[in-house]
């Protein structure tokens, strides 16, 4: 038999992967040193870098130019993670299902549809255990998050490799065998389908289950290769290309995981082949001369940093390095509760009128017969018709302002969104500047009864325009998001594309970091101002006429006395030193984004709306519409009334 | 009854039309003081501008012994605006002080000890970003006027600005001076 050797292609002029092997959520507490380190560098804030060095298998850390990334995976080395520089990988075939096989002494000879493939004793050999329906990856989620829940978070740590590798065998397993060859690349690649191979080469060891034959086969692997890699993370791993899709994706989707598989298997193949960055450094010697400096500086400067304790979040200044988000304050909660009550009442009265209750069916009977409910609902639809048809008027009317030249008051201003803070919509992960979310529950009647109610209204972030950038608090704003997303069920569902059908529903609407943004709001400046010049001059020479010995410093002549030219002298010297203060100070003040800020006008008359827009027109053209229906309902609505009046007094 | 009807919904979009009027006529009244607001920031910056100037001139007298005149000029422009009276005189006297400003930084040019001095670097940018934000609000001065003035020439602001006489404001004009172009000649070099 011809042996044939596949070697790994990859496209050099392609960004380069830096692959890292991810650690369990146990282990997450030791890498807020890492995580810190990463941050202040400007090359991703602190939760991505997190969600990226967590979880189980390789994970895409970052993708770039090499350059870039080899100071990064030597941090990474340096915190004893192992990762890998490789550049993008095309497979050149996808696995040969398999047909039979038979077992000798030396080798396992596997018939594939493509010909006849040989494991021979001691070969290399990459095993890749695959669950292509997403039922084991969403068991390995559900157990990390009930011990999360019931340990906390140090506790939480994903399934047992054997518990995982039971979990994917009892739901849609595939195994993929890739036989390395010992000059390296691939002599051959097999997928092992359970029921799609003729069990009987296994002799003994086979079984009725195939899964149970799926099982032997890997275990006969194991014991006739010299090194057997087996990977069980597919749909748990963050690797470019390798997403585990559902049938909500199209009908391809079992062929999509299919084809995802393999380019797992390849990249793994590719992992395997290399070595890691410092074993790659100790064979050439080329991180340690030229990289080497780049490392001690990020140290140092780590250091530097360190000696003046822990950073506050707001001196973050570096680009990239976002502080976490800060938690919600007393308000919030006051609103939470108030929510809770109001959700109640509501609740209580949705029972009430499903239930055909007496007592609200008398005061809808009442309110018909008197004709107070037509006229109530007359006069609330003209309130509103016209509360959004001054606001339509008064967005038209208000010019566009810059945010370098922001005079205070109310404002409106356009720009691109982005975050001060690393926030992160908490159900797609998404950054994102301002995120809603809403739980939904299933009641006894099958309806959808609002369970729980979250944002990020207590988080500030920034519009940038082209003259600069303002801080915006988007506390008790009218957000308009243009962004949606629905799914069933926890945040495992939503993570691995699962419709759920439970009885649980989340909405998340969310402002995405970078999309276009419309603020019209009132800006206000906050923080100290400092006295005017003259002020603080006066107040200088006041001290002066008190202080003997300063004053005598300008006693050139030495007769005891200030002359009316030393005085001059002696103002014209202060007057030079405030000065030099004053621009100091006012260099080393704060930027001029975190002077201002927009937030909601202290006059509750005036409106405050944040929305996801490049331009006015459509939210006018919104306010417009809604005006109109508005004052046809109150048309209507009186109309009723006066019917319902008139008939009553004949 | 068919009469109780009529009068009904004859009411109702007397009701509607009455405060679409009101409607009308407050946004009139908002755009009208908005301009005045946006014309007077500018003023504040022009104010903010006026206060550097003497740290400026304090500056560059060290510096600048042989250009008496140049500081003599930013001077004199700088206690024009504090004397002038009504607006047409106080645009005139800031225009003469933007220009006599532009002549003393084109001055400092030859003076490199000068344009090292971190003080005055300081105080240049500050004065120069006091410019950018001025042309901003003036930018911002006549897209409210522009507004307001549209507003009262259409249909049906028109009726209301009409009945309360609303009338049109001008936007803000530059210096003609500044329109001529700029002579560019290279005989020098």
Redesign the interface.
């Known amino acids: 038999m011809q042996k044939r050797v596949y070697f790994i292609m990859s496209k050099p002029e392609r960004q380069t992967l830096l692959i890292v092997e991810s650690l369990p959520p146990s282990r997450a507490e030791g890498l807020a040193d890492l995580l810190e380190k990463v941050a202040r560098t400007g090359w991703m804030d602190a939760y991505t870098a997190r969600q990226r060095l967590v979880g189980r298998g390789p994970s895409l850390f970052a993708q770039g130019e090499r350059r870039e990334l080899v100071p990064m995976a030597v941090l990474l080395e340096d915190h004893k993670l192992r990762c890998w520089l490789i550049d993008p990988v095309t497979p050149l075939f996808a696995p040969a299902r398999l047909r039979s096989l038979r077992i000798t002494e030396d080798a396992i000879d596997f018939t594939t549809g493509s010909g006849p493939l040989r494991l021979e004793r001691g070969m290399p050999v990459v095993a890749v255990l695959a669950d292509t329906s997403g039922r084991a990856a969403e068991k390995n989620l559900k157990h990390l998050m009930a011990q999360r829940l019931y340990q906390g978070a140090g506790a939480a740590d994903a399934l047992a490799d054997t518990a995982l590798q039971r979990a994917i065998l009892r739901a849609e397993p595939v195994l993929d065998l890739y036989l390395l060859a010992a000059e390296g690349g691939i002599q051959g690649a097999i997928r092992i389908l359970p029921g799609g191979f003729d069990p009987a080469g296994l002799g003994a060891r086979a079984t009725l289950s195939g899964a149970g034959n799926l099982e032997q086969i890997l275990d006969l692997t194991r014991s006739h290769a010299g090194s057997c890699t087996l990977s069980l993370d597919f749909g748990l791993a963050n690797l470019p290309g390798c997403r585990l899709k559902n049938a909500e994706d199209g009908p391809r989707w079992q062929q999509d995981n299919l084809e995802s598989l393999t380019r797992y298997g390849w990249l793994l193949v590719a992992l395997a082949a290399g070595q890691t960055v410092t074993a790659a450094a100790d064979a050439t010697g080329f991180l340690a001369g030229e990289l080497a400096p780049e490392l001690t500086e990020i140290v140092r400067e780590e250091a530097t940093t360190q000696t003046g304790g822990s950073a506050a979040p707001e001196t973050a200044t570096q680009p990239g390095s976002l502080p976490p988000p800060p938690t919600a304050g007393r308000e919030r909660e006051v609103r939470h509760w108030l929510g809770l009550v109001f959700g109640a009442t509501a609740g209580l009265g949705a029972s009430l009128a499903a239930g055909g209750h007496q007592l609200l069916g008398g005061v809808i009977t009442f309110g018909m017969r008197t004709g107070l409910l037509p006229a109530s609902l007359?006069v609330a639809c003209?309130w509103s018709g016209?509360y959004f048809?001054?606001l339509k008027?008064?967005i038209?009317?208000?010019?566009?302002?810059?945010t370098?030249?922001l005079?205070m008051?109310l404002v409106e201003v356009q720009g691109r969104a982005v975050r001060k803070y690393a926030l992160v919509a908490p159900m797609t992960q998404m950054p994102c500047v301002y995120y809603r979310l809403r739980k939904y529950r299933r009641d006894r009647n099958n309806r959808w009864v609002l369970s729980s109610a979250s944002d990020s209204g207590h988080v500030p972030f920034y519009l940038e325009d082209d003259?600069g950038r303002v801080k915006v608090d988007p506390r008790r704003a009218t957000v308009n998001t243009r962004t949606r997303q629905e799914g069933h069920g926890g945040q495992f569902n939503m993570l691995f594309g699962r419709s759920g059908g439970g009885d649980e529903k989340w909405i998340e609407d969310l402002v995405p970091e970078g999309t276009s943004l419309y603020v019209l709001g009132e800006a206000t400046e906050f923080g100290l101002r400092r006295p005017?010049?003259r002020t603080r001059l006066v107040t200088a020479l006041q001290e002066l006429k008190r202080d003997p010995d300063a004053l005598s410093r300008y006693d050139t002549n030495g007769d005891g006395r200030i002359c009316e030219q030393e005085w001059a002298y002696a103002r014209a010297d202060l007057?030079?030193r405030l000065?030099?203060a004053s621009?100091k100070a006012?260099?080393a003040s704060a930027t001029p984004e975190d002077r201002v800020i927009i937030r909601r006008p202290r006059q509750r008359s005036l409106p405050f709306v944040i929305a996801q827009s490049s331009s006015e027109t459509h939210l006018t053209r919104r306010y417009g519409l809604y005006c109109l229906p508005l004052?046809l309902t109150?048309?209507l609505a009186?109309?009723w009334?006066?019917?319902v009046v008139?008939g009553r007094t004949g | 009854m068919s009469a109780l009807i009529f009068l009904v919904i004859l009411l109702t979009i007397l009701v509607g039309t009455l405060g679409y009027i009101m409607v009308i006529y407050n946004g009139l009244v908002t755009l009208k003081n908005d301009i005045d607001k946006a014309w007077s920031n500018i003023d504040v910056l022009l104010k903010q501008r006026f206060d550097e100037l003497p740290k400026l001139i304090k500056v560059c007298e060290g510096y600048m012994q042989h250009e008496q005149k140049t500081l003599e000029a930013v001077v004199k422009a700088r206690s024009m605006v504090n004397e002038a009276r009504g607006d047409r005189e106080k645009l005139q006297a800031q225009n003469a002080l933007t220009d006599t400003l532009r002549s003393l930084f084109m001055v400092v040019e030859r003076y490199p000890d000068l344009k090292a001095d971190s003080v005055f670097r300081n105080l240049g940018q500050r004065i120069s970003d006091l410019e950018d934000q001025i042309a901003d609000r003036r930018e911002f001065y006549n897209d409210a006027v522009n507004i307001y003035n549209i507003r009262i020439e259409q249909f049906p602001d028109l009726v209301v600005a009409r009945f309360f006489n609303f009338s049109g404001r001008e936007l803000w004009r530059i210096d003609p001076a500044h329109r001529q172009d700029v002579a560019v000649g290279f005989s020098h070099i």
């Open positions: 007359a003209l016209f048809l001054r008027r008064r038209e009317n208000t010019p566009t302002s810059k370098r030249s005079a008051g003259t005017a010049l007057e030079e000065l030099h621009l006012e260099a004052f109150a048309l009186a109309v009334t006066f019917m008139g």
